[in-house]
Nanobody, 115 residues
Framework: QVQLVESGGGLVQAGGSLRLSCAAS????????MGWYRQSPGKQREWVAS???????HYKDSVQARFTLSRGNAKNTVYLQMNNLKPEDTAVYYC?????????WGQGTQVTVSS
């Protein structure tokens, strides 16, 4: 089992920045990739960004130039730096971790961008 704890959400004005953090514990040594999804009211959950243990990060087209996903110094910690936020980025953001052919989900953290 892998447990994920997210932090860093909040309310920000358009054009502002937030940084989300996600720390994995439990059977975290088997994690092969981590990333983020988000879900806006009335919409399906969508992939935002992901990164493997050794490879580069990959991003949804609409956030490519504004978001940066990075690994922390602590093993199995990732950060999502979100710059130039837009109202359409408003959503609950979920951290994910892939381990032993399973996908684990965090509890979600709310990001609200006001116009």
């Amino acid at each position: 089992q892998v447990q994920l704890v997210e932090s860093g959400g909040g309310l920000v004005q358009a054009g502002g920045s937030l940084r989300l953090s996600c720390a994995a514990s439990g059977s975290s040594s088997s994690i092969s990739a981590m990333g983020w999804y988000r879900q806006s009211p009335g919409k399906q959950r969508e992939w935002v960004a992901s990164i493997t243990q050794t490879g580069p990060a990959h991003y949804k087209d609409s956030v490519q130039a504004r978001f940066t996903l990075s690994r922390g110094n602590a093993k199995n910690t990732v950060y999502l730096q979100m710059n130039n936020l837009k109202p359409e980025d408003t959503a609950v953001y979920y951290c994910i971790a892939d381990a032993d052919e399973r996908r684990y989900w965090g509890q979600g953290t709310q990001v609200t961008v006001s116009s």
